[in-house]
């Protein structure tokens, strides 16, 4: 079982400066209250997960690291970097999604696939190398990435590199 707690601690950020608008003092004043509303949220999570009318389904997605946002619940997966560098992305998995999002997180490059159709994008050409090198390329149909297209001035073209690790 997932720990809500642990889900719940690692949603609300680095540990403050402040909380609410007191400053944190040499003595740690306001642990309590972050405690507090720590413990409410993980109350939250559980009466959210509880009364989900797909409840396997969301214990699932969390045992595979699907990520909770607060106020309101909901879930996301990470789509960071899948088209560009430097992008912390993620993106909701509203519950018409939630099979699908599952089997794809199951998969060593599922969910970059899962992704990539949704968007009908291929990843960026560095990520189609290592999937390529791994036997798992299967994007073909799919158009260059934009973030490539951008670049393609200042880097080699999505053709020379896979040419240069693929070609005989």
């Known amino acids: 079982m997932t720990d809500l707690y642990d ?5 609300m950020g680095v540990y403050p400066q402040k909380f609410g608008d007191k400053e944190r003092t040499e003595w740690q004043d306001g642990w309590n209250a972050f405690g507090s509303s720590l413990i409410d949220r993980v109350c939250q999570l559980k009466d959210w997960i509880d009364n989900h009318p797909k409840k396997g389904i969301v214990q699932e997605l969390l045992e595979l690291d699907a990520m ?6 909901s ?3 990470n789509s960071g970097d899948i088209f560009a560098w430097g992008y912390a992305d993620c993106e909701e998995i509203t519950e018409d999604m939630m099979l699908e999002v599952c089997a794809a997180l ?4 599922g969910i970059i696939k899962y992704h990539c159709r949704k968007h009908n994008e291929k990843p960026q050409w560095p990520i189609e190398v290592d999937m390529r090198e791994g036997g798992e390329w299967d994007l073909e149909d799919l158009p260059e990435c ?10 080699k073209t999505r053709q020379e590199a896979i040419n240069e690790k693929f070609s005989p």
């Open 75 to 77: 879930l996301s997966y």
């Open 146 to 155: 934009r973030y490539d297209i951008a670049v393609r001035w200042k880097t």
């Open 7 to 11: 889900i719940c601690y690692d949603s």
């Open 68 to 73: 909770v946002s607060f106020d309101p619940i």
């Open 106 to 109: 199951k998969e060593e490059w």
